[in-house]
T-cell receptor
């Protein structure tokens, strides 16, 4: 089945210790997104790639970086996690960014910062 | 600023009908989405409206009024598995998705 896969599902790290979260897709979608979602809050878009074009949200901290080495994979790097970065990180894909293009989400990576 | 308002939480009884409202104020409009999110899981797509009126999909229907900046999701014949958060999201004129915080729906037997 075509899908979006995130690894790891659960990540525990120490304050300041770098973390990398991965996302892979078999949908061959052009767009890949990274969202941060805290409990009972709306998903917050961190950045997205349209093919190789990187689009950073204005309020995304520099502590968050991303790489998309090819169509199928996208990584989220958190360089120095703080307690406030504990959240669910959702990867999503879509064919395009306009109109009725539906986002397909991965199962998420839950980050705990000790 | 851009804003989407949904009730924080609703409770309904198994077998009943519930309507979850969403009001929005965005820079332009290019469609409205409803997603379902079970606790600790990723959102899954439920419905999309771009024109005024009602879209029906089995037990779920979604309504849109662009002039009022208003949508609702109607769930019929509620089942226990419908206990989840329901997220409303609007695509604005820059094709950005603006998300609501979600409505947590609790179904009681």
């Amino acid at each position: 089945d075509a899908m979006v896969i995130q690894n790891p599902r659960y990540q525990v790290t120490q304050f300041g210790k770098p973390v990398t979260l991965s996302c892979s897709q078999t949908l061959n979608h052009n767009v890949m997104y990274w969202y941060q979602q805290k409990s009972s809050q709306a998903p917050k878009l961190l950045f997205h790639y349209y093919d190789k074009d990187f689009n950073n949200e204005a309020d995304t901290p520099d502590n968050f970086q991303s790489r998309r080495p090819n169509t199928s994979f996208c990584f989220l790097d958190i360089r120095s996690p703080g307690l406030g970065d504990a959240a669910m990180y959702l990867c999503a894909t879509s064919i395009d960014i306009s109109g009725a293009n539906v986002l397909t989400f991965g199962a998420g990576s839950r980050l705990t910062v000790l | 600023g851009q804003n989407i308002d949904q009730p924080t939480e609703m409770t309904a009884t198994e077998g009943a009908i519930v309507q979850i409202n969403c009001t929005y104020q965005t820079s332009g409009f290019n469609g409205l989405f409803w997603y379902q999110q079970h606790a600790g899981e990723a959102p899954t797509f439920l419905s999309y409206n771009v024109l005024d009126g009602l879209e029906e999909k089995g037990r779920f229907s979604s309504f849109l009024s662009r002039s009022k900046g208003y949508s609702y999701l109607l769930l019929k014949e509620l089942q226990m598995k419908d206990s989840a958060s329901y997220l409303c999201a609007v695509r604005d004129s820059n094709y950005q998705l603006i998300w609501g915080a979600g409505t947590k729906l609790i179904i009681k037997p």
